[in-house]
């Protein structure tokens, strides 16, 4: 927020509203927000890290907030993100252009776990994979903005940027008064619209969307079933659906009901039992070949995470000049890939200087920041990581920006990361905003809920 | 909707319904015992845990039937699966399951409810009033049917909803006025003595109907009179007239918006006639304890069929 000695631009009325806000009120208005989230019951453990269904996520009310220009780009970059990563997706499931033309190892798509060799050769509806891209990024300074990770599976947290959103306007009318701020209420109506865009050929007429969940144990239900509720389609388990002939049908009071897009919430592995693994529970037997024939679209696609991968991840600026002709807009951070010699050499030599990441590994579990860590733990990840370099990558740690938030003592710097949600179907599209994650231990680079990190509101103001 | 969306919204109801009935039951246990002890005879508990059915898992458990192990097994046991907290938890899981069927208010009911019942479930029992316990469950059923009603749009969901709620009412007023069965089983001697009518307003005193009967009847309680209400009388909200007619109904709109009929629809209305055509000295003939076994056996029937047909999710 504060640059040199004075406030940056897009934060100058936040300042005043902070001074004004006295030390009883703002404890009341905190106790205030809680209580909403309980009642309403959002509960979620961001990004999939698991544990209890019930657990609510701590909230900041202090807002994190870009300037319009700075949205600008960010959007622009974004967009042309995702349509790298899906033009990827559409080229290694096919003629595999971009391995021919050496910008991308074979091995790193072909022997990828993600890689689905059940989808070779298969362009699914409208030629997208990936439908809703989660984004992971980080600012380095005033205009300069890295990409961390690229989500294209099925990536959460989308709730969290809707019910803040929600309940700040409750608590703080005033502020939407004073501050021109885009709204982002128009998300689940984009996201119906990009659903039913992709629906398959052997659809005619209005497409029947449904959101397939693992369940109410899943620590994302919660958000699985507001998502349902604001699109107005049904909330689906695997049991409630079945494939008969060619097409895949739901279980209603009335009879079956054809299902033509789903828009899954459960992983690969899971989706059909006679495709993938026999033991689950969770699937509908047959649904594979249903989608490979065109009786249903699968969102995000099966196959999808072969380009979120972090050994692929170094690729993705690779991506964007391959396929688009265009120069990144986004920088990715730069990542060193154990796999090969060199760079292992330079990470083993810098360890305590760097963040070290499973390449599979997710929820800030898995990883060593170097930096923050004793001797001693260093020391334990060498031995892992000598053991299976090709596991792990590794990064500098970065200059990451912090932003105003509400602490014990008044208002101190944190560090933030964002993700906003880029809807890929007939057109590409976002919402002005996204999650913005806070790493509430003071000098914590980890904004991983599971690690103490919290959630805040993200605004956009309006030229 | 969803086979098993409508089969989460039958069951919130009938777990609802059945928290209030073993919170009445608790109610009328206590007040009975309340009278001057009969000896030699079967515990006054014990009968009101034979007519809920639950009098060999109870015994297992805990033996002897005094009245501080009923609470615990009645209210607070999860072990049991109809206890009040057994209930209610599961009434709030199969709300969180079909969140977007209910609106907000009904979701707040319930998990307002499931919240403090974990609260109680921390306090320590010697400041719990059995009063207490049992107004505390009445007062979170009548939230959660309040919302219901208020809130809820009238659509398939809100009938499956009133199905479940009717079942199980019916079969709980059966099994309620069982439990006058349980207790005079001893000596017939008793029938239309002081006690007997201390037994019978108890029991409508627990139904939260007492004032109600006087309404409608006036004068003396008698066993004839009471049978005639619980059982027979339309105006009576909990009466097996009043929940055969709302199972009809509830049905019916369920077969007119899906524009089609199911056995459930014709063992509805064969339960309906049933009663209709029934009279007190009749059911006294057949025996009010045959009668109510009969008509419980037959609501099970129903249920079955309704499974069936609506909510299994089997059918092509």
Not at chain 1, 308 to 320: L, S
Not at chain 2, 131 to 145: D, Q
Request: glycine share 8%; hydrophobic share 40%.
């Amino acid at each position: 927020m504060y640059q040199g000695t004075g406030v940056r631009p897009p934060y100058a009325r936040l300042d005043d509203w902070v001074a004004a806000m006295p030390q009883e009120l703002r404890s009341l208005k905190q106790a205030e927000a809680e209580a909403l989230f309980r009642r309403i019951g959002i509960t979620f453990a961001v990004y999939g890290e698991g544990g209890d269904p019930d657990r609510l996520i701590p909230f900041d009310m202090f807002p994190r907030v870009f300037a319009a220009a700075e949205w600008a780009k960010l959007e622009r970059g974004i967009k042309q993100r995702a349509r790298a990563l899906n033009a990827f997706l559409v080229d290694v499931y096919g003629r595999g252009e971009i391995i021919r033309a050496g910008r991308i190892p074979a091995r790193l798509v072909y022997q990828n776990e993600a890689y689905e060799k059940a989808v070779a050769g298969f362009v699914p509806s409208k030629g997208v994979y990936s439908h809703i891209v989660g984004i992971d990024i980080v600012r380095t300074g005033p205009d300069e903005f890295y990409v961390l990770e690229d989500n294209c599976r099925t990536p959460s947290g989308v709730s969290y940027m809707l019910e803040s959103r929600e309940i700040m306007m409750r608590m703080f009318p005033e502020l939407f008064r004073e501050n021109r701020i885009e709204p982002v209420d128009g998300y689940s109506e984009k996201l119906r619209r990009t659903l039913a865009s992709v629906a398959p050929k052997k659809c005619k007429g209005e497409p029947t969307v449904v959101i397939l969940t693992p369940g109410h144990f899943n620590s994302a239900y919660y958000e699985h079933s507001l998502l349902a509720d604001l699109m107005g389609v049904e909330l689906v388990e695997g049991q409630d659906l079945f494939v008969d002939g060619e097409y895949c049908w739901m279980r209603t009071t009335e009879g079956p009901r054809r299902v033509d897009v789903i828009y899954r919430r459960i992983d690969d592995a899971y989706l059909d039992p006679l495709c993938f693994r026999p033991d689950s529970m969770l699937g509908i037997p047959g649904l594979m070949d249903v989608y490979r024939s065109g009786g249903v679209s699968i969102c995000s696609a099966p196959g999808a995470g072969v380009a979120d991968d972090k050994a692929v991840y170094c690729y993705v600026p690779d991506m964007v000049r391959f396929y688009l002709g265009e120069e990144p807009i986004l920088k990715n951070v730069p990542t060193w890939q154990c796999g090969k010699s060199d760079d292992l050499k330079y990470v083993l030599d810098q360890l305590p200087e760097l963040v070290v990441k499973e390449v599979h590994g997710s929820g800030g579990y898995g990883m060593l920041v170097g930096p923050k860590s004793s001797r001693e733990e260093v020391e334990r990840f060498r031995a892992k990581i000598v053991e299976d370099p090709g596991n792990y990558i590794a990064q500098p740690t970065l200059a990451l920006s912090s932003v105003p938030t509400f602490v014990e003592e008044g208002v101190a710097p944190r560090h933030v990361d964002l993700r906003p949600y880029c809807l890929v179907g007939e057109r590409i599209e976002l919402v002005p905003g996204g999650l913005t994650r806070v790493a509430l231990k003071e000098g914590s680079l980890v904004v991983n809920s599971s690690q103490g990190g919290g959630v805040k509101d993200t605004w956009v103001l309006a030229e | 909707m969803l086979s098993r969306t409508a089969d989460n919204l039958y069951w919130i109801a009938r777990y609802m319904e059945r928290a209030d009935t073993v919170a009445r039951l608790l109610e009328v246990g206590s007040r009975i015992s309340l009278i001057p002890s009969v000896h030699g005879y079967r515990s006054e508990w014990d009968s009101l845990l034979q007519a809920t059915g639950m009098a060999d898992s109870f015994a297992k458990k805990y033996g002897d039937p005094v009245q501080r192990n009923i609470e615990s097994f009645l209210f607070f046991d999860r072990d049991n699966p109809s206890s009040v907290a057994s209930c209610f938890t599961a009434a709030r899981e199969n709300g969180r399951i079909v969140r977007t069927a209910l609106t907000t208010q009904v979701w707040d009911a319930l998990n307002t409810a499931f919240q403090e019942l974990k609260a109680l479930e921390r306090t320590p029992r010697s400041e719990l009033e059995l009063s207490r316990l049992t107004e505390w469950v009445m007062r979170h059923a009548a939230m959660v049917r309040g919302a219901i009603d208020a809130t809820l749009l009238r659509n398939d969901g809100y009938n499956f909803l009133n199905i479940g709620y009717y079942l199980e009412r019916g079969d709980n007023t059966a099994r309620l006025m069982d439990v006058k069965y349980y207790v005079l089983l001893p000596r017939v001697d008793f029938v239309g003595s002081g006690l007997d009518n201390y037994q019978w307003t108890t029991l409508l005193r627990a139904m939260g109907a007492q004032r109600a009967f006087h309404w409608a009847y006036g004068g003396e309680v008698t066993a004839a009179k009471i049978a005639d209400f619980l059982i027979l009388n339309p105006q009576s909200p909990r009466s097996l007239a009043t929940c055969s007619a709302g199972l009809v109904n509830h049905m019916g709109r369920v077969a007119k918006a899906y524009g089609r009929e199911t056995a459930a629809q014709d063992k509805a209305r064969v339960l309906q006639a049933e009663i209709e055509g029934a009279t007190v000295e009749a059911i006294f003939e057949e025996g009010l304890h045959e009668y109510l076994t009969r008509f419980i056996a037959e609501v099970a029937v129903l249920a079955q069929a309704i499974n069936e047909a609506y909510l299994s999710g089997e059918m092509r």
